[in-house]
């Protein structure tokens, strides 16, 4: 794959430089992607801490099913 100037990426040849940048873009979109989701859950479990114990049963089937994100 290093020994020649085109890779195959995605099934599209491109030269080696501008696989790395492609390759390094979705890297970074990635992270946003996963610091978003990281930013969800910390807000979502502020906001359960602040609901208390007072909660109906709707209330507490849409915490169960967004517990596991």
Known sequence: ML???TVN??????SQDNAMVVTF???IVDLCFT???KNYR????????HLGGQL???EILVIRQ???Y
């Open 3 to 5: 020994n020649s100037d």
């Open 9 to 14: 990426l995605f099934g599209k040849i491109m």
């Open 25 to 27: 873009l979705i890297a």
């Open 35 to 37: 610091q978003i989701r």
């Open 42 to 49: 910390k807000v979502g479990r502020t906001l359960i801490g």
């Open 56 to 58: 109906s049963e709707d």
């Open 66 to 68: 967004f517990e596991r």
